[in-house]
Every structure is written in C-alpha cells, then in structure tokens.
C-alpha cells in the first residue's frame, strides 16, 4: 500500500478537528473515517503492519488520492518521528500550534469534562512545574484510551512544549517537510490559513470546505450527558452487544460525533494565582525561546512571553526573504 502524503501530528487542543474535518471534505483526499486512529505510537511499525492498517482504513481503490491522517498525540511521543522517518521518510508534516497557557487550560478542562480530573487548575499547574514533574512526564507512554477514558493529567504542561515537541521532527526530516499552522491565524483568517495548507500538501488553493470558519470542537469542562450514564449503558449487556455490532470504523465516527456533541458548558474560566501564572509564563518563555531558534515562524502569542524578541525574529524572517 501507498504511504500517507501528510501527517497532521498535533497539537492537541489546537484545532487539529477542524484541520481534520476541513481536509476530509476535499475530493482530492482521502482520510479515515475517525481521526484519531493511531498508529505510530504503537512499537509494531512495520510495512506489513502498515499495509494492513492502510487496507482497513484508505481501502485499495484511493490510491489516485493524497492520503492524509491526523494524531494530535504524535508529536509528544519521543519515539513517533523516528517511526516516521523509517517507514515514510518522505512524508509532510503539519503541526497546528496555540498559546501554551490556553492549550494547558483547554487539557485540562478536557480532563474535567471525562471526569478524570477533580482538582482545581491552580493546584494541577503548581504540582506540574516541579522539575520531577515536568522530566517525568516528558517520557511517559501517551495513554492509548482502550479501555475508556485515561487520566491525561501529567501532560497538561508538558504537552504545550511546543518548541521541544518538534525539535525531534526537526532532526528526523529536513525543515520544508514541516507547516507550523497557528490556531489564532486559522480563526482570523481561516481561507489564507486552509490555502498554505493546500499549497504545502500539493493541491491548489480556492478550495473552501463548509466547515471553514466553524469552531467544530468546542471545549469546556461540562458535558450534556455525564460520564456515569456512558459506564451504565456500557454496563448493559443487550445495549452493549449491539454496539459492538456496529462496523468499528463506524463505532469510531459516531463516538467522535458525540464527543464534539456532549460538551456542555465552558465551566469556570481559568484561575492561576498571579505569581503561579507567571511561573508558567516563565516556564513557556524557555520553550518558546527553543521554538525561535528552530527557524519556524514566531507565533502570534509570542510577545506575551518574549517581550521585543517574537518582533525582532519576525522581522528577520521577512528581511531573509528578499535577500
């Protein structure tokens, strides 16, 4: 089977759903039905594997396609871009990046709202930065959820290191194989943002899915429907045996649907005391820093932790462009 032509490797919570559902309307790609269907994560990498996986979820009659797949938790697993490079070294890579406090805020409400979290943020954030904490959770295994809902909780922060996340995709694959998409620019201005894509993966621009410009899956900590209910039907064995009658790629859009459905309310808005927000702040500035000197475009929240620093790079960026 072909290889895939691009990679949306994360990160989570930064609207790599709306990249997803975007790209999966276009006619010249095609996509699994579910987005999040690892495969990298997995130690079993092999080309018979792929080939398997490739059959069950692109079928053998695509192949005049591009082949595209999202994985939000491929780019804060260690392992995944040396996979990647083994099997498809010529692949492209898309990672859609968002202020690392919100993302952080946004993990963690997700948390809330799987009821695998009961502490309050402040609390959550202050336990994370201690330095056992953040070297720990930087090497953990990336919960594979077979089993329900796994807590997250050791991720929060270490997740949103954006600028450590891909310093590993950057030493696997050479820098024009990796797009760093912004969430703020894809809300702002989301045709000339899908158009880079477009244009990155090898298709022509224009192309406007009805989704565009739609927040499509909205987070909070509520849910319509409590987690406890989802237990109790699983519990039903009549109930549960005719779901499991139903195709799993089909099991996997339908439970997708429903998440992006069952959220509820937004919850509290983010409480950090002021010197707990600025230890983050800090603690990101280090990181973004590490993201700068990787030659990838400053991001648009940039200033809020380098001050003067994100103007100055970006100003360098375009000088470059006409030398």
């Not at 990679?7 to 559902?21: D, N, R, S, W, Y």
């Not at 790609?29 to 398997?52: H, N």
């Not at 720990?136 to 450590?164: C, K, T």
Request: charged share 25%.
């Amino acid at each position: 089977m072909k290889p895939l032509d691009f990679l949306i490797i994360g990160a989570q919570k930064c609207a790599t759903t709306a990249l997803f559902e975007h790209l999966r309307q276009h006619p010249g790609i095609a996509m699994p039905l579910e987005k999040e269907v690892p495969f990298f994560t997995g130690e079993d990498c092999s080309p018979r594997s792929w080939d398997t996986f490739a059959l069950d979820h692109f079928g053998s009659d695509q192949e005049h396609k591009l082949w595209g797949k999202a994985s939000p938790q491929y780019m804060c697993d260690p392992q995944v871009p040396a996979r990647i490079r083994k099997l498809m070294p010529g692949v492209k890579l898309v990672a859609i990046l968002r202020d690392p406090i919100e993302r952080t805020w946004s993990h963690f409400q997700m948390g809330q709202r799987r009821e695998t979290e009961p502490r309050e943020f402040a609390e959550v954030v202050e336990s994370l930065l201690a330095e056992d904490a953040r070297e720990s959770a930087r090497s953990l295994p990336v919960p594979d959820h077979a089993e329900g809902y796994q807590s997250e909780a050791d991720f929060y922060v270490a997740w949103s290191e954006y600028g450590r996340c891909l310093a590993g995709f950057n030493a696997c694959f050479d820098p024009g194989q990796l797009l760093v998409l912004y969430t703020e620019d894809l809300e702002a201005e989301p045709e000339a943002t899908l158009d880079r894509l477009l244009e990155f993966i090898g298709l022509p621009t224009g192309f406007r899915p009805t989704t565009l410009g739609e927040v499509i899956h909205r987070g909070g900590a509520g849910k319509r429907i409590p987690q406890s209910v989802r237990v109790w039907l699983r519990e039903r064995r009549l109930l549960y045996w005719l779901w499991q009658q139903v195709p799993e790629k089909r099991r996997g859009r339908l439970r997708f649907q429903y998440e992006q459905w069952n959220v509820g309310n937004t919850g509290n808005p983010m409480a950090l005391p002021a010197g707990l927000h600025e230890q983050l702040r800090q603690h990101f500035a280090t990181d973004i820093d590490s993201l700068l000197a990787q030659a990838l475009p400053a991001p648009p929240w940039a200033d809020r932790y380098l001050p003067g620093k994100a103007r100055h790079q970006a100003h360098s960026q375009s000088a470059s462009a006409f030398l």
